[in-house]
């Protein structure tokens, strides 16, 4: 039997991954589509319990999907904890998933991935009853999917969208809010869709998303709990339509949506709702049903594309406990061991995708082109797990360097790449321009929308006070042995990048036209700024009408075509010529 998983400790908020719950013990796997390959995570149980279901985590979309992701992989941590085997999933053009047709019905694309998933985790499991759970959009479609899943006999949906109708009018009035930073053509490519918060979506999707209405729904059978997002929201109509045709529905109103579905750097991982969750589940089980013994052949997560080029799931690090994509050329001849391996750092906000998802087609273009690249996950990001040193999304640290050089030598290890170029945004810029002023592999430098050059500079923030001090010191130290000049510990800016400059790096740095964060570099590097300027090895890439994480697509395609642009002038001629795209 299993104890009680306390990590709460009379709080509403977990505080982060305990060791004995890390996220080593899932398994990243691939699921295969017949129009691509869906990415996810196998959480097995990790002890004996009364529960016979598997449960089924589907994510949010969009952009509330970014702000749930580590919270999600603390849900299914604490379920796999208590005795219920986890998949968590990435639908068809989201995630890490392929990326599908970008004109098709959505919601039918992300019910099929949802019954893929569903046999997946049936079959690794050995547990046919199941448990479909989600937050907002993602308890839609979990509720979506009971009618065509089969077998589902328990429903946790955190502020299910009720009526698809509300969010499509949202959706639309946040589209005309922004339409004045918009281009000409530049939101939908004029199909009539809308772009909310970096994702679009296509006019097919919100024909299907206005048909949605919950309270028509028959729920087989399914117990359920519904969690209510707030005193306005509907989901006391959806209790009571469930209830008026027998359906064992209960709703409850505790504290955690609003504070789970925010600014990803701040997203809070609810643990009473998590709590309330296990006791809904825990509670009252039906009879079980035969079970089967699990499929003993674990498919890796690994997977070829029909656009040339294949991705693999790599943990690095010390004992593994790191994680990233390692994204590649299919065919030899369309690689060079003599070209860089781009590494992609993320902030704290954003896992491996990137904002917007937008590290993800970037790195499966490069491919294309014949460049490897390195998505990956920082201690207490994503799928990486915290330390007893670096709590969970923690913006700054230490050991964020460590985790660029391990990934790095990872690579070395496992595909022989001796040269990298680290490209990276906000917060992930300052660690490629730290990371850089350390490493001699580093060949190239990509700064985004940087905005801080020394720790010391970080917004003033007791939880941050202890990581900026030790984190400035080890920094202080390690580009000391450089030569470097320093003046009380501050990096002298300008000449750690024309140091950079003289060892071969090519530096290049991408900013909003008007970005603050530009003033600052121009105020950080003012007595290189004349001699970095005139070197061939530094490029200064000014965006118009561009936000500092790239909202708009219109801002994504810049930001793609700006970084293709330069790996292949700087390091295409390096190896064999790429591949034209497509051809």
């Excluded at 952009?63 to 990435?90: I, N, Q, S, T």
């Excluded at 595909?415 to 990276?424: N, Y």
């Excluded at 050059?453 to 003033?460: A, G, K, R, T």
Aim: hydrophobic share 40%; net charge neutral; with cysteine.
């Amino acid at each position: 039997m299993c104890a009680a998983f306390n990590a709460t400790q009379n709080t509403d908020w977990d505080s982060g991954v305990r060791p004995s719950l890390s996220a080593g013990k899932a398994t990243p796997i691939s699921i295969e589509l017949e129009r691509g390959t869906l990415f996810g995570w196998y959480h097995p149980p990790r002890c004996r319990s009364p529960a016979h279901q598997a449960v089924l985590l589907f994510n949010p979309v969009g952009w509330e999907g970014l702000a749930c992701y580590r919270a999600y992989r603390h849900w299914a941590e604490r379920l796999a904890a208590v005795g219920f085997p986890v998949l968590r999933f990435d639908y068809l053009g989201t995630g890490d998933s392929a990326d599908g047709d970008a004109h098709e019905p959505k919601v039918a694309s992300w019910l099929a991935s949802a019954r893929a998933a569903a046999a997946e985790l049936r079959s690794r499991s050995g547990r046919d009853a199941l448990v479909l759970a989600g937050v907002h959009f993602g308890a839609t479609l979990a509720a979506l999917a009971s009618e065509v899943v089969g077998g589902v006999e328990s429903l946790v949906l955190l502020g299910p969208l009720v009526r698809g109708r509300d969010y499509v009018r949202q959706a639309r009035a946040y589209a005309l809010l922004n339409a004045a930073n918009d281009s000409p053509g530049s939101p939908a490519d004029g199909d009539a869709g809308v772009e909310v918060a970096g994702f679009h979506v296509n006019p097919a999707t919100l024909a299907e998303m206005e048909a949605i209405d919950l309270r028509t729904l028959t729920v087989r059978g399914a117990r359920s709990l519904v969690l209510s997002r707030d005193e306005t929201s509907r989901e006391d109509e959806l209790v009571a339509a469930w209830q008026a045709r027998g359906v064992a529905a209960e709703l409850r109103r505790i504290r955690g949506y609003h504070e789970l579905v925010q600014k990803p750097s701040r997203s809070l991982t609810p643990g009473a709702i998590f709590q309330a969750a296990e006791d809904f589940l825990l509670t009252g089980l039906p009879a079980p049903s035969p079970g089967r013994a699990p499929a003993r052949e674990a498919r890796p997560a690994v997977r070829e594309s029909a656009r040339r080029y294949r991705e693999s799931a790599l943990s690095f690090g010390a004992n593994g406990r790191l994680f990233g994509v390692l994204t590649e050329p299919v065919r030899a001849e369309e690689a060079s061991s003599e070209r860089p391996v781009l590494v992609i750092l993320p902030t704290s906000s954003h896992h491996r995708v990137g904002p917007n998802r937008m590290y993800v087609p970037l790195a499966r273009e490069l491919a294309e082109r014949g460049f490897t690249s390195f998505r990956i996950d920082l201690t207490g990001g994503g799928d990486s797990p915290a330390s007893s040193s670096v709590r969970d999304g923690q913006a700054y640290a230490e050991e964020f360097v460590a985790d660029a050089r391990a990934a790095m030598d990872h690579l070395a290890e496992s595909v022989g790449s001796k040269r990298f170029v680290l490209l990276g945004l906000c917060s992930g810029a300052l660690l490629a321009f730290q990371t850089t002023s350390v490493d001699p592999r580093v060949v190239g430098e990509v700064l985004v929308s940087q905005q801080v050059w020394n720790l010391s500079d970080v917004p003033s923030d007791t939880r941050f006070e202890r990581v900026k001090q030790r984190a400035t010191a080890s920094l202080t130290h390690a580009v000391r042995r450089t030569g470097l000049a320093f003046d009380t510990g501050r990096v002298d800016v300008g000449a750690s990048l024309r140091d950079a400059l003289g060892r071969g790096v090519e530096v290049l740095l991408i900013y909003g036209a008007q970005d603050p964060g530009l003033a600052r570099f121009r105020a950080e590097a003012a007595r290189e700024l004349a001699h970095l300027t005139v070197s061939p090895r530094f490029a200064l890439a000014l965006l118009d009408g561009v936000d500092r994480t790239f909202t708009a697509l219109r801002s994504q395609r810049l930001f793609h075509g700006v970084v293709m642009d330069y790996m292949l002038r700087r390091f295409a001629r390096e190896g064999v010529r790429p591949c034209a795209s497509g051809g």
